[in-house]
């Protein structure tokens, strides 16, 4: 699954790198503002996804001592600091650039419209590539699923973070396309200031939402409701196990869960019966629910809760 993400992280690097040099060039022998707010949108997009890139290496980390349960967050820590790049570098920028465009008197020079038009379709070009790519991984992991569904219940922040930037990116390209296109049909350049402060306006929700994503992965967010519910039925299948009394779970890496469990054993069970029993329930929960890591199972008898609160 990793070598995937970093397939997929390293075409869109290459992929958007090339793209920002040619965009910056594009905008600054144009005078375009929406082909300027493009290349700061590429620039942004390059530098998360190095973000991205280095997540995966730390992130792979073996857990330690200090850090018993491994470095999985880590790549949920890096998807959160490219969610903030996005905003101050891409949404920021572009919509300065726009506002600037509108209150000044500047234009785009005539000569450039037309390498504008021959950079900003190149760059949809790369661009629709590097999502088709993301796109490819997303429905290899959805099995079916619906792939909006997915996406936004996916605790993968690469893959989510690439697919939503190409799909930003693509959208920013269009607006830019049209700013341009009015410009050059009305002679006025304010279209590209408009054109400029929507590109603004997409990064900025592109940001707010990967950023929301991440900050509840990174409090500990819990393991999906279908997945809980198949953690229960597999207590539910031992007769041993008369009740859960507190099920316990969270996301300590992309495809990575903590499970803690405390549950109501029968009476009368040994201790080789309960460690045995433990071990196939963690066997049975991992079998059920594939991302489960690490498993603790508090086994009580029904007796020592009698007169405890239910949780």
Same mark, same amino acid.
């Given at each position: 699954?990793?070598?995937?993400?970093?397939?997929?992280?390293?075409?869109?690097?290459?992929?958007?790198?090339?793209?920002?040099?040619?965009?910056?060039?594009?905008?600054?022998?144009?005078?375009?503002?929406?082909?300027?707010?493009?290349?700061?949108?590429?620039?942004?997009?390059?530098?998360?996804?190095?973000?991205?890139?280095?997540?995966?290496?730390?992130?792979?980390?073996?857990?330690?001592?200090?850090?018993?349960?491994?470095?999985?967050?880590?790549?949920?820590?890096?998807?959160?600091?490219?969610?903030?790049?996005?905003?101050?570098?891409?949404?920021?920028?572009?919509?300065?650039?726009?506002?600037?465009?509108?209150?000044?008197?500047?234009?785009?020079?005539?000569?450039?419209?037309?390498?504008?038009?021959?950079?900003?379709?190149?760059?949809?070009?790369?661009?629709?590539?590097?999502?088709?790519?993301?796109?490819?991984?997303?429905?290899?992991?959805?099995?079916?699923?619906?792939?909006?569904?997915?996406?936004?219940?996916?605790?993968?922040?690469?893959?989510?973070?690439?697919?939503?930037?190409?799909?930003?990116?693509?959208?920013?390209?269009?607006?830019?396309?049209?700013?341009?296109?009015?410009?050059?049909?009305?002679?006025?350049?304010?279209?590209?200031?408009?054109?400029?402060?929507?590109?603004?306006?997409?990064?900025?929700?592109?940001?707010?939402?990967?950023?929301?994503?991440?900050?509840?992965?990174?409090?500990?967010?819990? =393991?999906?409701?279908? /997945?809980?519910?198949?953690?229960? %039925?597999?207590?539910?299948?031992? !007769?041993?196990?008369? *009740?859960? +009394? #507190?099920?316990?779970?969270?996301?300590?890496?992309?495809?990575?869960?903590?499970?803690?469990?405390?549950?109501?054993?029968?009476?009368?069970?040994?201790?080789?019966?309960?460690?045995?029993?433990?071990?196939?329930?963690? =066997?049975?929960?991992? /079998?059920?629910?594939?991302?489960? %890591?690490?498993?603790?199972?508090? !086994?009580?008898?029904? *007796?020592? +809760? #009698?007169?405890?609160?239910?949780?």
């Amino acid at each position: 699954m990793a070598s995937e993400d970093r397939r997929t992280v390293v075409t869109a690097i290459v992929a958007n790198l090339g793209i920002a040099v040619a965009k910056a060039v594009g905008g600054a022998i144009s005078g375009s503002t929406a082909m300027l707010a493009e290349a700061a949108h590429s620039v942004a997009d390059t530098v998360d996804q190095v973000f991205l890139l280095i997540s995966l290496s730390l992130g792979d980390r073996p857990a330690s001592e200090a850090h018993p349960f491994g470095y999985g967050k880590e790549r949920f820590f890096w998807a959160f600091l490219a969610a903030v790049f996005i905003f101050i570098s891409g949404a920021v920028f572009s919509i300065y650039q726009g506002v600037h465009q509108l209150v000044s008197s500047e234009v785009g020079r005539e000569a450039g419209f037309v390498l504008a038009y021959v950079i900003l379709f190149v760059a949809l070009v790369a661009e629709t590539v590097s999502w088709m790519q993301a796109l490819r991984h997303i429905r290899s992991q959805a099995a079916g699923a619906s792939l909006i569904g997915f996406v936004r219940r996916s605790k993968n922040p690469t893959v989510k973070t690439v697919l939503s930037e190409d799909t930003a990116a693509i959208a920013g390209l269009l607006v830019a396309f049209l700013g341009l296109g009015l410009h050059q049909l009305t002679g006025q350049a304010r279209w590209e200031g408009y054109a400029s402060i929507l590109i603004g306006a997409i990064l900025a929700l592109v940001a707010f939402v990967l950023g929301r994503d991440t900050k509840a992965l990174l409090l500990g967010e819990a =393991a999906l409701p279908e /997945e809980r519910e198949s953690m229960r %039925r597999v207590f539910a299948r031992h !007769p041993e196990i008369e *009740g859960v +009394h #507190e099920l316990l779970t969270m996301a300590i890496g992309p495809e990575s869960l903590l499970v803690a469990a405390r549950v109501d054993v029968a009476d009368g069970l040994t201790g080789a019966q309960i460690e045995r029993l433990a071990r196939r329930i963690d =066997a049975e929960l991992h /079998e059920a629910v594939p991302a489960v %890591r690490e498993v603790f199972l508090d !086994p009580t008898s029904h *007796g020592e +809760h #009698e007169g405890e609160p239910a949780d």
